[in-house]
Structures are given as C-alpha cells and as structure tokens.
C-alpha cells in the first residue's frame, strides 16, 4: 500500500464532512457533487481521498468514521463552492458486477490505477469502456495514475496513459497520495469542468 | 456520520400532539383522506410511491404556511414531517410492505439462500483482510440488522442500516488507528458489511430495503444515507447471485457445499418439528392496566408434529379437528389482542428473541398504556 504517510492519527475522527447542517443547498453558487471511485484494489482509491479531505480539515466539524463515504468542500476562486461526496467502490474483481449501483447518478468518475501495475491500467481501461457503456453521458470522467512517487518501478508510461485519456474525452493526472502530490489539483480540476448550471443528483 | 438527519430523534408525540390541536383539523381531513385513498386502489408499489412522495412535497408546503407553525424553526418543520411520514407509512404498512407475491418470494429466496451459506462461508471467501477478523464487533453490526423488522416507519428501518454499517466503520476505524493497517475504504467495507449480512440474516430484506427506497422520504434519501443503502442493497445483489466464481471456489466444491448445507438445514427442520410443543418457558406473560394476564400454553400437546399423512386414521381426525381449533381460537384472539396494541406480530416473535428490543418493547407499550393508544 502506497500510502503509509495518510495513516489516520490519533485524532482521525474528524474525517469527513464539513457539512452540519442537513439542508442540501444547491444553486449556482454551492454545487453538490456524487463523485464515485473506481480502479482495482490496492491502487490507493482511498488514500486520495483521505489525502484530499485531509487537506483542508475543519476541526469543528463533527465526528464521521468510515473511509468508503466521505465529503469535502471546495471552495474556488470565483467564490463558488463544490462539495463532492465521494462514493468509494469496493475494487475486488468479485465485486465489479456491483459497480453500476454506485455509479448511477454521478455527475463524476474518477478511475484510478496504480503506475507500477500494468494490470490496474488494464482494470482502468476495463471500468471506462463500462462507464462509455453504462454511466451517464455527461459523466465528467478523470483517470488517475497514482503512486507517482514510486517512479523508478513505473510500468505504465505517461505518454500511453495521456493518450488513453485523451482518446477517450478524459481529463489525465499522476498522483501521489503518499506525498499528496497533485491531490488538490485533480480535485480542482474536476471542479472546473463541472457545468454551472446542472443540478446535481 | 453527519446525517443529523438521519439520526435526530424527530419527536412523535409532538407531532401527534399538534395533530390533536383544534386549528389542524384541517391536516388531520387531508391526511385521513389521503390514507382513505389508498384503499380504492389495488396495490401497485410504483404508483403508491409515487402518491406518497407527492403527498409529503405538497404537506410540507401546507405545513410550512400553517397557523400552528408559523414561528417553527426549520428543524421543527423537519420533524413534523419526519412524524408524518411514520404516521402514515404505519397506518399503510399493511398495504405497502412485501405488498406482492414477487416481494414475498425475493424475501424466501434471499433468506433460504443465506441459510445454506451460513454453513460455509468463511471471511476470506470474500476478501476479508485476516486484521479485520472480529466476531465480536460483526455480531453487534448483525444484531442491528437484525432489528429492522421492529420497526414500520422507514426512517426507522433505514437507521438500523446505518447503525450497522456504522459499528463496521468503527472497528475499521479503531483497526487501523490500533496497527499499522492502512485503510481501504470501500475495498475493506463492502465484505465485511456483505459477511456480517449473511451472518445476521436479516428478515425480509428483500421487501426492507424496497420499501425503505419507494417510502422514504426522497429528499433524506441522499449522500451518506444513500451511499449506506447502496451499499446493503448492494449486498444483496451480490448474496443472491452468489455462485462458485464469485467465492473463488471450484464449481464442484460450492456444489457439494450447498448438497450439505441443504441436508443439515433440512435435518434441524425436522429435530425443531419434535420439540415444538411449547415449554412452559415460552408461556407468555404480559401486563395490561397493571393487572397481570398469564397466558399459560403448558399442558398443550400437539402430538401430530412428527406425523405423515399416511400414518393417520380416521380416528384421529376428531382430535385434529380439536386441535385446529383450538390453535385457530387461540391465534386469531392473540393477533386481536397484537392489534388493539398496535402490535405487529413479527415484532414480537422477533422480540422473543431479543432481550434488547424486548425491554424496549415493554418501555412503549407502558407508554401507549399511559398515554392511551392512538386513535
């Protein structure tokens, strides 16, 4: 696992959401956002996510445990906001049959593989096609090559995977949960290409 | 979890109460006749949630511009719908739950199919990390499953969800706060929840997790509450298509599996046939207005449990008849006495069970006493 450094300390608990309250404002201005994750296990899915939510912690925020569910708030320079609920998949091939429940609805695909597995960039092209085939088709589609920090065992070149991603009308990143290099990017860039103007969910 | 609004306790009796005032007599005809309309029609589970989530919508606009709620925050007004939702899902829970002969054989099947892999499933069959091995925890995650049928309401069915799901999340939590183990997210959760599923068995599941998704209200039905649901019906899909490649076993061994499963589970079908004369433990007591009402079944026999067909005479008929009778009196004057309490019968069996749920059980029926019970 890639990912010792995101180790949940003893304060962990506050992982989660920032939203107290329960009213679900969505206009304009403050965008909801059903973001779900996909790529083979062990490519670090949920690192980048406890990296990202990590990042930018508000310790009022209440107690929330659990990795496979978690929200985040993004505010951007034009003074909007995107909270992404992030819907993590169980990435066991047993489990791949399941993957449409999650997907259903999202407004964002995040597929992930790992850049010293070959066969998680093989599993990554596997989920895109399915979401070509299955997901809505405005889904906003990221493919993300993390465990960037781990270069010298690279076996997934960036040059193939920018051309995958491009080929395929996909936004391309390389992160590191680990050094949480680009963490932040992927998620701001996601947000930038979100449309103004739909409704989430 | 932060779904405050999935785990405030919106208050019942306030809504009740309000409901009693003289100035809701208004909501109180268009509710009454709302649930009145229900039985003009045949039962049709699309249509029926689609009735009741226009009803809600249009309520909470009518309660929002309501004389009684004029100066009510906004999480008042949430709970008067919270208690109008469970108001009117109990009162058409009869109609709405496990509604359909497909319902009611998705429930036989799901259940039948969990039986026989109770006998053999192991953890690791699912991908369970050896670290998060916890009978301990993964029994109390069941047991919450295992409630679900204790309640009518939605909202309430859907809590013993994320009650579940969130002790699974604590033990991932303390697991890997406790060792160097990094968390997995959904890669550790989904087994674990799919393991404890099939560990608990849950009543009805099937007709649970639809009625949850057709009556509970849309608009709670969104992020982490969503993605919790997602997730057991998700487990569900995966324990009904269960087969030999989805555990990484060999075709001919998931066979002989299920072959043995089947016969054990046939043999203690038979073994509970012979013991099912009733105790005197199983006598049941209970307390209505403080008087003590014993219900005594000692001394009952029922000595046809074991019998086949073939081996009875026409002598015997008459003592059948007898006994049919008598089971039949019995019954139909207990499910009387169930219904002025507003019991479901189901609950209570469960409840037997439960010394948990029963304490809470006898709690509310001591208040319905007190209070008088609705309506």
Redesign the interface.
């Known amino acids: 696992?890639g990912?010792?450094s995101?180790?949940?300390?003893?304060n962990?608990?506050r992982l989660?959401?920032l939203?107290?309250?329960?009213?679900?404002v969505t206009d304009s201005k403050n965008l909801r956002v059903k973001l779900v994750?996909l790529g083979d296990?062990?490519v670090g899915?949920?690192?980048i996510?406890?990296r990202f939510v990590r990042g930018q912690f508000d310790p009022t925020?209440?107690v929330?445990?659990?990795?496979?569910?978690l929200?985040q708030t993004l505010a951007l320079q034009d003074s909007t906001t995107v909270k992404f609920?992030i819907?993590?998949?169980?990435?066991?091939e047993?489990?791949a049959?399941?993957a449409p429940?999650?997907y259903r609805g999202a407004a964002v695909a995040v597929v992930v593989y790992d850049i010293t597995s070959p066969e998680s960039f093989v599993k990554a092209k596997y989920w895109v096609k399915e979401l070509q085939k299955h997901a809505s088709p405005d889904i906003i589609m990221a493919l993300v090559g993390n465990k960037a920090d781990l270069h010298e065992n690279r076996s997934v070149s960036v040059q193939d995977a920018q051309d995958y991603a491009e080929k395929n009308g996909m936004f391309f990143i390389e992160t590191s949960a680990k050094t949480a290099n680009n963490i932040n990017q992927l998620f701001e860039e996601i947000a930038k290409r979100l449309p103004r103007t739909t409704p989430s969910? | 979890?932060?779904?405050?609004?999935a785990l405030s306790q919106p208050n019942f009796y306030d809504f009740l109460n309000r409901m009693r005032h003289p100035a809701s007599a208004d909501l109180v005809r268009a509710i009454k006749s709302f649930i009145v309309s229900f039985s003009f029609h045949a039962t049709d589970a699309d249509n029926d949630s689609r009735k009741l989530q226009d009803f809600l919508v249009t309520m909470e606009t009518t309660i929002k511009e309501h004389p009684l709620w004029v100066h009510a925050s906004?999480e008042e007004l949430?709970s008067a719908i919270e208690g109008l939702e469970k108001y009117v899902m109990t009162k058409l829970f009869n109609r709405t739950f496990a509604s359909s002969s497909e319902d009611v054989k998705a429930d036989l099947d799901v259940s039948e199919k969990i039986r026989l892999l109770q006998h053999f499933i192991r953890p690791d069959h699912?991908?369970v990390p050896r670290v998060l091995h916890n009978e301990a925890s993964w029994l109390f995650a069941a047991k919450e499953l295992q409630k679900i049928n204790t309640f009518k309401a939605p909202r309430e069915k859907l809590l013993c969800i994320m009650n579940c799901?969130?002790i699974i999340?604590?033990l991932?939590?303390n697991i890997?706060?406790s060792s160097?183990y990094?968390?997995?997210?959904?890669?550790?959760?989904?087994?674990v929840l799919i393991y404890v599923t099939i560990k608990a068995n849950p009543p009805q599941l099937h007709s649970n997790l639809k009625f949850i998704q057709l009556f509970r209200r849309n608009?709670k039905l969104?992020?982490?509450v969503e993605?919790?649901l997602?997730?057991l019906?998700?487990a569900e899909?995966?324990i009904t298509?269960i087969n030999a490649?989805?555990?990484?076993m060999e075709e001919s061994e998931f066979e002989k599996n299920m072959q043995l499963a089947k016969l054990a589970n046939e043999e203690t079908a038979a073994r509970h046939g012979s013991i099912l004369q009733l105790s005197g433990d199983d006598a049941l007591t209970t307390r209505r207005h403080g008087k003590e009402i014993h219900v005594n079944l000692e001394g009952c026999e029922y000595p046809f449990m074991e019998s086949e067909a073939k081996d009875l005479t026409v002598e015997d008929v008459q003592q059948l008849l007898r006994l049919y009778q008598h089971v039949v009196t019995r019954y139909t004057r207990l499910t009387k006495a169930l219904a002025r309490l507003s019991l479901h019968e189901e609950r209570l069996l469960h409840t037997m069970k439960d010394p948990a749920s029963s304490t809470e059980l006898k709690k509310e029926i001591e208040k319905w006493l007190h209070k008088g019970i609705l309506d």
């Open positions: 696992m990912c010792s995101s180790l949940p300390d003893r962990a608990g989660g959401s939203n107290s309250g329960n009213s679900m994750l296990s062990g899915k949920s690192c996510v406890l925020s209440k929330t445990v659990g990795a496979s569910f929200s609920e819907w993590d998949t169980a990435g066991q047993r489990y049959a399941l429940l999650y969910s | 979890m932060d779904s405050s609004s906004h949430d699912l991908d799901c969130r999340n604590n991932l939590l890997s706060m160097n990094v968390p997995a997210g959904a890669d550790d959760f989904l087994p608009s969104v992020s982490e993605y919790y997602t997730n019906i998700s899909t995966f298509n490649s989805s555990l990484s």
